[in-house]
């Protein structure tokens, strides 16, 4: 690959990614915040879909020898705890990190400030990063696995619950969002 | 249920104008994730360069001598590479799309936080940069972010993403019970 296209291709494909995010509407803290209380579904429709969409291409890419699974390592307890600190982070600060930068670009000045605590979080983190090493990021660790590794259950039987589970969600919430909206 | 109505109303001018569907947006962030995938080696995340870049903000805080020493930023050093240049196309490409659909607006302090805790900038400003922290410290802990753990890591099925997404979700939900909870 071209120095070029080493600049040029992940700037092209974060600026797709940021149009995408501001276009679905996930840029936008109410709507973040929304999804947690249960009030707008948007946040879930766009990840369901790029999982379902996003994950079937990727099952052909790598069944075909196109690309190899990214998978990260399964260190169940930090993952969990990191999961719930990011839980919190996420409502209190009303973004995640993704969309939080493309806010930022959309004159969210709350954004910005909360990108500087992002700055805090990281140095946090690296500060503290020994002591986690050996108390919390070595306990209950699977490694590189995936849910069909560890269930025996196909990777096409899982995106196809995926699919249909999904969908049926989605039809559930169209219908009561049209519903609302007639009432 | 009439506050419920008037925050959709106040809310409508600026999304009003955006019409892309979250299942198109969310279908197109798939699509770009085999691209990720297969053109790149590299899924669709934030948060690990985002934590290069912080080591440049540390250096003046902790100083450079600590920076150089740190095991997390050995591991993870400053350098520009696929991430970092994702991450700076996102606000490009966010700035694009709102520009284009005129949704780009200054914001202090959002609708569904005005709502529920007043119009104090500095009371937001503050929840912001705290919940920037969290959220950052929780995402170097879990390895990623809705992005590279949600997205890319949902979408290969891999054990840790899922584990990710499921107590992210159920803190969040809980939290944002507890902040918006009726007084």
Redesign the interface.
Known sequence: MTAMM??L?????????????????V?????I??Q????DF?VL???????????I??LL?VDTG???????????L??????????????????????????????????L???????????????S??W??TH?LNVWT?G???????TNIP?VA?FAALAIGAGLF?WWVESTEARQRRG | MTTITESYVRETPRTARIDWSPYLVGAGIGLLSWIAFAVFGDPLGVTTAYSRIASLFAVPVIGPEAVAQNAYWKSMPLKWDYGVWFLVGIPAGAFISAVMSGTWRLELVPDVWKERFGPSIAKRFIAAFLGGAVIMYGARLAGGCTSGHGISGGLQLAVSSWLFLAVMFATGLGISALMFRKR
């Open positions: 080493t600049i291709g992940p700037l092209v494909m974060g600026a797709a990614f940021g149009f995408l995010l501001q276009r679905g509407k840029t936008s803290c109410n709507v915040e929304n947690f209380r249960l009030r948007t429709k766009v990840m369901g879909t790029a999982i379902v969409v996003g994950g291409g990727v890419l196109n690309t190899k699974y990214y998978v990260k390592d399964a260190n169940m930090a993952v969990a705890l990191g999961a719930a600190l990011f839980g919190v982070g996420m409502v209190v600060y009303g973004y995640c990190p993704g969309t939080a930068l493309g806010a930022i670009a959309t004159g969210s000045v709350h954004a400030v909360g990108a500087l605590g992002m700055v805090t979080g990281a140095i946090l983190y690296a500060l990063f020994d986690l090493k919390v699977l590189k696995v995936r849910l069909p590794d560890v990777d899982w989605f």
